[in-house]
């Protein structure tokens, strides 16, 4: 689209990586999760003090590597506040996310719960979808819609990230099989399951919450109620109306037909066919 050539923003594409790093080490601890990448999460390594000390040293770095880039003032300027628009964003993100584990799951719908994970992983796609369309130059209103872009592949990113929290192989997953179900995470996979389950269920994935471990038995019980056909075919529609959307603002921009195509396999990929 804007014919920028990447390897000359190298500064700016690191810090965004150290900027999502930062997010990262406070994720974890956020979620109490065990691993990160197949290795102890940083906070069981280092402890949460030097951690989070850690995560802000980052964030004020990844600022500091976009203060000292060779990009122009203007676009500087532009870039610094996208990023910081994107922390703020994700964090509010983060309150929902903990605001809703006070809630019953029957009282989270669907649409809270995207207007949720939109701002965590969505945003942060769409803040670097918008920092992308800045490197090359592009105008606002094709930078906009970029953000819009990214932030229904971030959505859908982020559901699939969900329904992978159900999967039994932690080697290829990376994640603690079922840690967003027993810290009690209202995500999508649960929230569908708890709408279309009946009292019985209810009261099954209730008691099955509450176990201190549970055992393969119990693992695969949970699967039995929540990845029901129907309520995966439920989720994959949702995903192919983010894809749907998606498509339909590229078209409004320069998209190459090999920008189309790689758009299209990349929401392929997360739907999983």
Not at 9 to 36: C, M, P, Q, T
Not at 220 to 245: D, G, H, T, Y
């Amino acid at each position: 689209m804007g014919g920028a050539e990447p390897d000359k923003f190298f500064d700016i594409l690191f810090a965004l990586d150290v900027l999502d790093l930062s997010v990262l080490v406070i994720d974890d601890i956020l979620d109490g999760a065990e691993k990160r990448a197949n290795k102890p999460a940083h906070h069981l390594k280092w402890g949460k003090e030097t951690s989070l000390s850690i995560a802000m040293y980052l964030k004020s770095v990844s600022s500091k590597m976009v203060i000292e880039s060779f990009v122009d003032e203007k676009r500087r300027l532009k870039i610094l506040k996208e990023m910081d628009e994107l922390h703020l964003k994700i964090y509010e993100g983060q309150f929902l996310d903990a605001a809703f584990r006070n809630k019953d799951t029957g009282e989270i719908t669907e649409d809270a719960y995207l207007d949720m994970v939109s701002l965590t992983t969505g945003y942060q796609i769409a803040g670097c979808f918008r920092i992308g369309g800045i490197l090359a130059g592009l105008d606002e209103d094709t930078i906009t819609i970029l953000g819009e872009i990214g932030l229904r592949f971030g959505t859908a990113g982020q559901i699939r990230d969900d329904m992978i929290d159900y999967m039994w192989d932690e080697d290829s997953t990376w994640k603690t099989r079922l840690l967003d179900f027993k810290t009690d995470k209202k995500r999508i996979p649960l929230i569908v399951a708890w709408k279309n389950a009946t009292k019985e269920e209810r009261d099954e994935l209730t008691a099955l919450q509450k176990m201190s471990d549970l055992e393969t038995r119990d693992y695969m019980q949970v699967l039995s109620i929540v990845m029901k056909p129907e309520n995966l075919n439920e989720i994959r529609l949702m995903l192919k109306r983010l894809e749907r959307e998606a498509i339909a603002l590229a078209k409004k921009t320069r998209f190459s037909p090999e920008g189309m195509g790689l758009l299209k396999m990349l929401f392929s990929l997360i739907r999983g066919n």
